[in-house]
């Protein structure tokens, strides 16, 4: 190896002339992959070990190693640590380290791997934590919303359609649509997460080795289930990170679709909700003003965290096999991304938690915009024997009758009924108010507060 300073200690041995600062800059992974140090480490120790285990490096460069990578952590972890950009990346950055305190020992740890095998394995390691933390974080937000549930189980409120009054119910229902949402989320998660976790280890640069290695044990010392089959699909697999950036923008869109209901029930027109003061924020020329800026910053994160996933699929398009360096394009798009999902559900569960529906607003609302409609047009099925399409016609009268009136369907007195259809008993008043509507809906699934409570009792079995 050269000791030239003007060329790369780690690959400069062909070269004449130093990189250009250009080149350098353009080159360099260092500013963000840094991030990947306790990964990279972590393969390193588990790799050193496998090597002195098959005899392809002695026990004492095994042990030197070991204690050098973990003076490399506490440096790193104290912040002491010096980052090169003229080191390039991550592992250079360590492995350069790693000689200034162990010497020779350092030049054998990189047998039998390649940057290759090793960013694949770093960046693994790196994503299936995330996607541990995402569950977790998905896990706090449903308990919320669980919660939220339990306590407005009975609690009425307009459901829509078209963003137009439709059908009472309740609030308990409308939160554990949220959950069984988020719950899909988790298990996109958990799906990549078991299909994502071989270890690239051990493919080195593309082909594999000729050293005797045993990419089992590595494989098992970094919790992998096993080494990957193919070294060429080892080295050039991002579908890992790919499968999570989708995961996180289907989780980002349900964020943004819940964000975007709090942003509206939280006005003035509606007032469905008080946020608390510790989710929101004030204008500093508009004294009045109480913003749900935490909700409206949910509602955008979904925009970079799609633009994640549509630059890292647009970056492995048409990537001919194995590696190429496009592919270390891919991590600032995974960290901004991860970054951003992490946040934006940390900061919908502290909204959801504190938040406090208006019980009386809601159950008005509920009543407007004749939402029990449809439970009368039932009625008259039920009752009358009439068929739907004939009850959902005289329904329509009497909506009109109450429209031009300007009244609720309740307020229309029987003999105005009975003017639309003689059959009309005043037993239908009975079906006309919202809680008799909600209490009606008990098919699986419904939205009767009995079916809320069922529901519940599962969530919070599962969420345990
Ligand atoms: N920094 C590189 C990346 O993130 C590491 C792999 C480099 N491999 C190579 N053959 N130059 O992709």
Wanted: proline fraction near 3%; include cysteine.
């Amino acid at each position: 190896m050269s000791d030239s300073k003007s060329s790369n200690a780690m690959w400069g041995g062909r070269f004449a002339d130093a990189p250009d600062a250009i080149m350098e800059a353009i080159n360099a992974s260092i500013g963000f992959d840094k991030r990947m140090a306790r990964q990279d480490i972590e393969g390193s120790r588990a790799h050193a070990l496998m090597l002195a285990a098959q005899g392809i490096i002695t026990d004492s460069d095994a042990d030197k190693i070991r204690e050098g990578l973990l003076t490399i952590l506490s440096e790193i972890e104290r912040g002491e640590f010096e980052f090169s950009t003229a080191l390039e990346d991550i592992h250079m950055n360590v492995e350069s380290r790693l000689r200034e305190l162990i010497g020779d020992a350092a030049g054998r740890l990189h047998t039998a791997r390649s940057r290759n095998d090793q960013v694949a394995t770093d960046f693994k390691l790196w994503v299936r934590d995330q996607m541990d933390a995402t569950i977790e974080g998905l896990g706090a937000l449903m308990r919320a919303l669980v919660a939220q549930a339990e306590a407005g189980a009975d609690m009425v409120m307009p459901g829509f359609t078209h963003l137009q009054v439709a059908q009472p119910v309740t609030w308990g229902h409308h939160m554990l649509a949220y959950v069984e949402m988020f719950n899909r989320d988790a298990g996109r998660f958990r799906d990549a997460r078991a299909r994502m976790n071989e270890c690239p280890l051990g493919a080195a640069a593309l082909a594999g080795t000729s050293f005797p290695i045993d990419r089992e044990m590595t494989a098992r010392a970094l919790g992998f289930d096993r080494p990957s089959a193919n070294s060429l699909d080892a080295v050039s697999d991002r579908d890992f990170a790919l499968e999570f950036l989708s995961a996180a923008a289907i989780t980002a869109t349900h964020l943004s679709r819940m964000a975007e209901e709090l942003v509206i029930w939280s006005s003035a027109q509606f007032r469905f909700v008080t946020l608390s003061d510790r989710f929101s924020t004030g204008s500093s020329i508009m004294p009045q003003k109480k913003n749900p800026d935490a909700a409206e910053l949910i509602r955008a994160k979904v925009g970079r965290i799609n633009g994640a996933l549509v630059a890292l699929l647009t970056v492995m398009k048409g990537l001919p096999l194995a590696y190429s360096k496009d592919m270390q394009e891919d991590k600032e798009q995974v960290f901004d991304a991860a970054d951003s999902l992490a946040l934006a559900l940390a900061a919908m569960a502290g909204m959801v938690a504190d938040m406090r529906p208006n019980a009386k607003v809601l159950e008005q609302a509920a009543a407007a915009g004749f939402s029990t409609a449809t439970d009368l047009a039932d009625w008259l099925v039920r009752r009358l024997n009439m068929p739907f399409r004939d009850a959902h016609h005289v329904t329509g009268a009497l909506v009109k009758l109450a429209e031009d009136k300007g009244c609720d369907l309740p307020d229309l007195s029987l003999d105005e009924m009975q003017a639309v259809c003689a059959d009309i008993t005043d037993e239908v008043y009975s079906v006309l108010g919202v809680h008799n509507s909600v209490s009606s809906r008990t098919s699986y699934g419904g939205t009767a507060p009995e079916q809320v409570r069922a529901q519940v009792a599962r969530w919070k079995e599962m969420l345990e």
